[in-house]
């Protein structure tokens, strides 16, 4: 290909020219159509098993999380053909509630973001442990249960450090 550049390893990165480079989207890169922020892709079995409408408006393709706590948007597809909302869905989500005390931070074991809220330096490190427990027994299904569709440990752990 006598047109491609080529890369000189004794030159200098330009990379402002490469951020002026088209972007190539990845599997993962799909934008919300509310807030136009990035979504996290999920799984088809993880949007089946949270929403509370009917199934036959699950569309063949891959879905989308929206993490956004300003935006009502659970999950979307990449042509933002297919929304979800948070009045949609059948538990409340976390990361489009995290300052209430009654949503679940922890799906499997329900733990709500209050109690850990409330909970002793000591009640949070047993909540940690029974959850990691939970996990090494094959207990949890965070792919089904935790809307995100990944572990909730994560977000356990980070409430509890924010605090």
């Given amino acids: 290909m006598e047109n491609s550049p080529s890369l000189d390893m004794n030159e200098p990165l330009d990379l402002e020219a490469r951020s002026r480079a088209p972007h190539r989207p990845t599997r993962a890169d799909a934008f919300c159509p509310q807030c136009d922020h990035n979504g996290k892709l999920v799984g088809g079995q993880t949007v089946k098993s949270q929403l509370a409408v009917s199934l036959r408006l699950v569309e063949n393709t891959p879905y989308y999380f929206c993490r956004t706590v300003s935006c009502q948007v659970v999950y ?68 089904l249960r935790n809307p995100q569709g990944t572990c909730c440990l994560g977000n356990v752990q980070r409430l509890v450090a924010q605090q």
């Fill in 76 to 143: 979307f597809s990449a042509d933002g053909k297919s929304v979800f909302t948070t009045n949609q869905v059948r538990e409340r989500v976390y990361q489009k509630e995290s300052t209430s005390d009654k949503v679940k931070v922890c799906y499997c074991f329900g733990h709500s973001a209050g109690e850990l809220r409330a909970a002793t330096p000591a009640a949070e490190k047993l909540i940690i442990d029974e959850i990691k427990a939970g996990i090494s027994a094959g207990q949890c299904a965070c792919d």
